[in-house]
Structures are given as structure tokens and as C-alpha cells.
């Protein structure tokens, strides 16, 4: 992401707060896996949004109006010795030339040189409760001021502004920069996902799969956006399915939902296919359901629809395909009333995407589901599960699990498939594993 759209987010930013104001953000802490190994650094959502800086041990500040410097950024400070076990720092010089800084320090100097610009300042932008101990020094840096007011006439500040309802719904709103990331994700996750279909077949195992995704992933040096789903059988009825450790059985299904991250974009795509490579009549049966459901919800994907109206779409079109299927009975629209088709589609349509794969935003405004605009990403992912121990499935639907998700970014005349390029026509996914 080029230099002038982080500039540009902390100047919308500041606009909204104000020039009384101070917004403070901590980069995310290392964090340790166990011992003394660490999980690989993925730096805070937030903190990546509006700096572009991705090391740890640094602290963002933003003072709209302050002459000398409105962005200043704390970094830890080069040190030749501990970067040749650890990798380059930036330190205070680089954080200014290479990350766009009016100013920058050292962050062991941040206890002596915070207080003094929470001076003055009447509002304090933080998110309360991300980062427990980061928590305690900004209230011990106001309550330090508070306590030294009457003395020397330094005025604290007097509230505390809730950062990340101002941020997140600018993260809502994806630039055009954004919706390319977010497009290179998709496009390298649905190569993942053809070449998994390319590689199922009976005897293999879920981790070989998983495997295979990883593979493409990191050849186009993008990450894991969540720990991937991949469930054959009776493991494609368990929504959040984590163990990936079974072999795959002729006349199974396999549903994988696996995305990555792309310098912090996320992708989310799940498709489902045969792991013999044709589906049964019932497998199918159940599967163009879904698919019918996923295609509504999409087309109900365009401004001025409001959130929910996808939900609602992927309901009735879910709903009467379960009538048809005989596995619910009664009038369609008694049944959506009642929720009698949570049995078998439990969740949600959808959800943003962004920065993180459940991405910021309000989904309400108020007491009203917000009117959907250009620039929002979302996932449509409706499905249907039916375990073997289901009441009233007969067996030939049993461990069927169906999930078919695509991400979407609302335009302005209607919705982009980013996901498009991942096969989920079941005779496209026949033909492509047909020639594997």
C-alpha cells in the first residue's frame, strides 16, 4: 500500500476528532506460542490501517492541529545486535523517511514524552480493553496530569473516546487501493481451491489437503487469514471443524473453507466438492440447493439493500429447498416465522471483510440494519448440515454438509464476485477434478 493512502486515512481521521483531541494506538504485542518460540508477528488491524508500520514495540500518536507534529510514531531503536538475530528495525529515522512521521522517538522515551502532548487536549482517542496493560499506562499518563493540574495549570484531558467506533467505520468503506488487495487475496485463494480440486481423491488425507492449500498460499507469499476447514463426511456437519486429521472415503464430500491473508487482506472462500470427483444424486440434490441460495443472496448484494436482505434471500430459497427434500414440512413462510430451518442452516449469511476476516463495521445502525454501500466487502456463505444423528434425515442425506462461500464487494450498480474464479457449478467442479 503506497505511503499517501496511510496519510490520507489519519487525515480523514483526525478531521472527525477534532483539534482538541488525541488518538493513541500500541502496535500489537509479540506473542509467545509456548517456551520461548513466538507465533509469527502479525501486526494490529488498527495500527496497520493508519502507519503502514508493521513491527512490534510501537506506539502511534495522532494530534490534529499540534504545529510541530500532528503523527508521531514511538519505534524501538536500531540496535546492530539484536537485529542480526531478529531482523531489520526501521528505528526513529526510518519510521520518519520510510513511514511518513512528522516526528519520531525511541519508545523508552514514551513515559517522558506522552504526558506533555496529552496537555491541553480534551479528548483522548483510545480503544479501552484490546491491550490490558497498554490500558493501565495511558490512564496512569491522564491521572498522572490530573494530579499535577492545580499546581502548574496544565489542563488533562477530561474523556475518553471510544477510538474504534470512529476508525472501524472507516474501515468499513474500502478504497480502490483496498479492493485491489483484497482481489489479489481472493484471486490467489481460489487458485488454493482449484488446486484442491485437482488434487481430492479417496485415500488422501484432510491434512494432505490442507497441505495443498498451504503450498499455493505461500508460493504467492500470502499467509493463512484463519486456520482452514477442511471436513470430509461426517466432519463437513461440524461448522468450526479444526482436527483436518482424516483419511477421505469414496462417496464422501469434502468442504473446505480456507482463505489467506495478503499483506494483511483477507480472503474467505468455501467450496464443496465429491471426493470421488462426481456427485450422488442426493449430494447433489442437496448441493444445488445451497448453490440457488448462495446466487439469491448475492444478487440482493447491491446499494441501497440493506444488510440483511442476503439472509433473508439465502432463508427462502433454503427453506424451500428443505420442503422439496422432504427434510422440513409445512407452509414456507410458517417455517421461515418459526425458524424451523435453523435445523439444518444455523448461521449467518455472511459477514464483513477486510482487514480481518470478520471485519470491522456495524452491522445495525441504531435499531436498523445498515443500508448497504459502494466500497463494503462481505462474504455470502449460506449451507446446509445434516449429521447422521439429525431426526428425521433418511439415510441418504446423512453427513451431507454444504457450504458455498464467495466474497463480494458492493459496487455502484450492484455486487463484484471477487471469488469468481474458485469453480462452484457442480458440473465446472466435476469436469475440472474429471481432468486432474
Known amino acids: 500500500m503506497a505511503r499517501d493512502e496511510f496519510a490520507r486515512r489519519r487525515r480523514q481521521l483526525m478531521r472527525l476528532m477534532g483539534r482538541d483531541s488525541i488518538a493513541v494506538l500500541p502496535a500489537a504485542p509479540v506473542r509467545h506460542r509456548n517456551g520461548d518460540v513466538e507465533y509469527a508477528y502479525r501486526q494490529d488491524s488498527d495500527f496497520q490501517y493508519l502507519t503502514g508500520f508493521g513491527e512490534p514495540e510501537a506506539v502511534a500518536v495522532l494530534v490534529p492541529g499540534r504545529a510541530h507534529a500532528e503523527y508521531i510514531l514511538f519505534v524501538r531503536e536500531r540496535d546492530p545486535a539484536r537485529e542480526s538475530w531478529d531482523g531489520r528495525r526501521a528505528g526513529p529515522a526510518g519510521a520518519r523517511r520510510d513511514y511518513g512521521a512528522d516526528d519520531a522517538f525511541p519508545v523508552t522515551d514514551l513515559d517522558e514524552i506522552l504526558p506533555g502532548l496529552l496537555e491541553n487536549r480534551a479528548r483522548v482517542y483510545y480503544t479501552m480493553g484490546a491491550y490490558a496493560d497498554f490500558d493501565q499506562r495511558v490512564v496512569g499518563w491522564v491521572n498522572g496530569l490530573r494530579s499535577t493540574q492545580a499546581k502548574n495549570g496544565r489542563h488533562p484531558p477530561q474523556e475518553f473516546v471510544a477510538l474504534d467506533h470512529v476508525l ?4 468499513l468503506y474500502k478504497s480502490r487501493r483496498e479492493l485491489e488487495q ?3 487475496s481472493a484471486r490467489i485463494a481460489a487458485q488454493a481451491h482449484q488446486r484442491v480440486m485437482r488434487f481430492c481423491r479417496p485415500g488422501v488425507t484432510e491434512y494432505q ?19 482452514p476447514i477442511v471436513g470430509s463426511g461426517a466432519n463437513s456437519c461440524i461448522l468450526h471443524y479444526r482436527d483436518n486429521d482424516q483419511p477421505l472415503a469414496s462417496g464422501d464430500l469434502l468442504l473446505v473453507d480456507a482463505g489467506c491473508e495478503l499483506d494483511c487482506y483477507a480472503s474467505d472462500i468455501t467450496r464443496t466438492i465429491p471426493v470421488n470427483g462426481r456427485f450422488s444424486p442426493a449430494q447433489r440434490a442437496v448441493y444445488e440447493v445451497v448453490l440457488e441460495a448462495n446466487r439469491a443472496a448475492i444478487a440482493r448484494v447491491r446499494p441501497g439493500n440493506h444488510w440483511n436482505e442476503p439472509h433473508e434471500a ?23 416465522k418459526s425458524g424451523a430451518y ?8 455472511g459477514h464483513w471483510l477486510g482487514l480481518d476476516v470478520h471485519d470491522v463495521g456495524d452491522y445495525k445502525i441504531g435499531d436498523e440494519w445498515r443500508v448497504l454501500e459502494p466500497g463494503m466487502v462481505m462474504t455470502v456463505e449460506p449451507g ?8 428425521g434425515v433418511p439415510k441418504r442425506f446423512r453427513n451431507i454438509g454444504v457450504r458455498i462461500e464467495d466474497d463480494v ?28
Open 384 to 391: 446446509i448440515y445434516l449429521p447422521a444423528g439429525a431426526r
Open 168 to 171: 472501524h467505520d472507516m474501515r
Open 209 to 227: 489437503v490442507m497441505a495443498e492449500l498451504l503450498h499455493e498460499f505461500r508460493r504467492h507469499n500470502a499467509d493463512l487469514a484463519y486456520h
Open 409 to 436: 464487494a458492493v459496487t455502484k450498480r450492484g455486487a463484484e464476485v471477487l471469488t469468481a474464479r474458485a469453480p462452484k457449478d457442480p458440473d465446472q467442479i466435476e469436469a475440472l477434478m474429471a481432468r486432474a
Open 182 to 184: 483484497l482481489r489479489s
Open 314 to 336: 439465502a432463508v427462502r430459497v433454503i427453506t424451500q429447498g428443505l420442503v422439496r427434500l422432504g427434510l422440513l414440512k409445512g407452509r414456507v413462510p410458517a417455517l421461515i
Open 342 to 349: 435453523r435445523r439444518f442452516f444455523m448461521h449467518r449469511t
